[in-house]
């Protein structure tokens, strides 16, 4: 497979650099405003900017906000 946010080759959905940043953001969203979102994959552009150290962790939350 590969990854569904940057297309790395992985074992699962997201290869494990990118996971770690779906988790972080999780994490400090809360999995309940998490699991209230449609669709997340809008935000998939930034976690792998975020990746490659272009955007933080807190860029994609203040965007999410701006989203909500
Ligand atoms: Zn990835």
């Known amino acids: 497979m590969s990854c569904a946010i940057c297309g790395a080759e992985t074992d699962s959905e997201y290869c494990k650099k ?8 999780i994490h400090r969203v809360g999995e309940e405003r998490w699991g209230a979102m449609d669709d997340c994959s809008y935000i998939y552009p930034m976690v792998k900017r975020a990746a490659k150290g272009e955007l933080s962790i807190n860029d994609i939350i203040n965007a999410m906000e701006v989203e909500d």
């Open 18 to 25: 990118c996971e770690k940043i779906l988790d972080e953001i």
